[in-house]
């Protein structure tokens, strides 16, 4: 491998940027100055940037991100905080993707990753990955909303009743929703449709995986190979 491609794949470094670090003496490969950033490389070198030793990665990677309210899922294009931009740390960024969506302002669960066979996996209506949301509502809810939820609730310009949801009433104003697809701005539109309205929303849980208490809001961890494992709906490894 070509050493600015190496700088490149193991920092923010775009390759031209890499050429830079290199001619400026930033760049050390078992500790002798390279003479071109065309220099090949192999995985035994030892390569550090101002000091620091740079890792290749190899392999697809899962992140936890328990998502803050103000970010959108996207890696660019937006007038708004990029969820990605919470991933300090997390080089190539930009090649990774969110395994759906969560809205501006809701919080949560959100899984991101480069695993393109994964993420559909988790996304594909025939696999049925149930999805736990808390909700926080502006009115008391009405009485019939369990029941209107399990039937199945007619969307405002939408012609096809939502799939059989489980509602667990928390409060007259905090309730936990399972949904078992993924339409547009679903949970708010639900309790919009029984004259409601979604104050703040929180996504706890996508199948049987639940957000990791412990990871405080804006903050990410890689995935266990278990939590991979169960979330693909796989048998995990002992």
Same mark, same amino acid.
């Given at each position: ?82 969820? =990605? ?8 960024? $930009?090649?990774?993707?969110? #395994? %759906?969506?969560?809205? +501006? @302002? ?84 639900? =309790? ?8 703040? $929303?929180?996504?706890?849980? #996508? %199948?049987?995986?639940? +957000? @990791? ?26």
């Amino acid at each position: 491998m070509r050493l600015d491609k190496f700088l490149a794949d193991t920092t923010d470094l775009t390759r031209s940027l890499a050429t830079k670090a290199v001619k400026s003496g930033r760049v050390l490969v078992n500790g002798v100055k390279p003479k071109s950033a065309a220099a090949k490389v192999a995985d035994s070198d030892e390569i550090t940037l101002d000091g620091e030793r740079l890792i290749l990665q190899t392999g697809y990677r899962y992140i936890l991100l328990h998502k803050p309210a103000g970010y959108v899922c996207a890696n660019r294009g937006s007038a708004h905080p990029l969820v =990605f931009d919470l991933l300090k740390g997390i080089t190539n960024r $930009l090649d990774m993707h969110t #395994v %759906g969506r969560l809205d +501006l @302002d809701t919080t949560g669960l959100l899984l991101i990753t480069d695993d393109g066979q994964w993420s559909h996996h988790l996304t594909s209506p025939r696999h049925h990955q149930p999805k736990v949301y808390r909700a926080w509502l502006a009115e008391d809810l009405c009485a019939d909303a369990e029941q209107r939820c399990e039937r199945g609730i007619l969307l405002d310009d939408d012609p096809v009743p939502t799939k059989p949801a489980q509602l667990q009433r928390i409060s007259d104003r905090e309730v936990l929703l399972t949904i078992h697809e993924g339409r547009y701005h679903q949970v708010r539109r639900m =309790f919009a449709a029984m004259g409601n309205h979604v104050e703040h $929303l929180h996504r706890e849980q #996508v %199948g049987e995986f639940v +957000l @990791d208490p412990n990871l405080p809001v804006g903050e990410f961890r890689d995935l266990t190979e278990a939590e991979i494992a169960l979330l693909a709906g796989k048998p995990v490894s002992q």
